[in-house]
Every structure is written in structure tokens, then in C-alpha cells.
Nanobody, 124 residues
Framework: QVQLVESGGGLVQPGGSLRLSCAAS????????LGWFRQVPGKEREFVAA????????FYADSVKGRFTISRDNAKNTVLLQMNSLRPEDTAVYYC?????????????????WGQGTQVTVSS
């Protein structure tokens, strides 16, 4: 079992920045993919970014490429999502997710473990 705890959400003005953190515990994530998804009420959960822990390979949705950066802190078993140049359309609940292996990275149903979510609101 893997437990995921997110932090770092909040309210920010358009053009601003936020950094989300996701701390993993319960077992080693060395063979895992850690991902971020987001969801707006009434819409499907959307892939944002993912990182393959073993290789450090990263993947992004087109909508956030160039603005968001996913990274890891090995010592803390934590994955980070730095979000810059935020837009109102980035407003959503952001979820951290984890899966063993590295296939179907952009598919939410491939992830077995989920955090509780953290609200990000971009508004003036």
C-alpha cells in the first residue's frame, strides 16, 4: 500500500505561481510512476503531468507544457508540481496518483493509489 498526501493548493491571481507537493509513504516508490491529475466539477479527471521514478522521465499534458514542471525529492519520497503562469482555466482540484510500473501514464484508471486532492483556484 502507498499513502499519498498532497499540500500546497490555494488561491492565486492569474499569472501567479503555486507549488504542489505529494508525499508518498508506506513502501518504496522506486518502481512507480507518480502523476498529477485535476478535476473540475461535472468534468472528467484530466491528466496533468507524470514522472517515472526509476528513470526520471517526465510527461506533460499539452495544456500545461512550458508552464508546469514535475520533479522529485528522493530523500523525502516526494513529487512536486511547480505551476507558473497560472490561468483561470487551471482552476481545479489537483490529485496526486501513483502506480507500479510505467505504462498508460496518461490514463487515470491505471493508477491504483490516490491522494485526497488539493484545491487550486486561479482568480483575480
Amino acid at each position: 500500500q502507498v499513502q499519498l498526501v498532497e499540500s500546497g493548493g490555494g488561491l492565486v491571481q492569474p499569472g501567479g505561481s503555486l507549488r504542489l507537493s505529494c508525499a508518498a509513504s508506506g513502501r518504496t516508490v522506486s518502481t512507480f510512476t507518480l502523476g498529477w491529475f485535476r478535476q473540475v466539477p461535472g468534468k472528467e479527471r484530466e491528466f496533468v503531468a507524470a514522472l517515472i521514478w526509476s528513470s526520471g522521465s517526465v510527461f506533460y499534458a499539452d495544456s500545461v507544457k512550458g508552464r508546469f514542471t514535475i520533479s522529485r525529492d528522493n530523500a523525502k519520497n516526494t513529487v512536486l508540481l511547480q505551476m507558473n503562469s497560472l490561468r483561470p482555466e487551471d482552476t481545479a482540484v489537483y490529485y496526486c496518483a501513483a502506480r507500479n510500473g510505467s505504462g498508460l501514464i496518461r490514463t487515470d484508471t491505471a493508477y491504483a493509489y490516490w491522494g485526497q486532492g488539493t484545491q487550486v483556484t486561479v482568480s483575480s
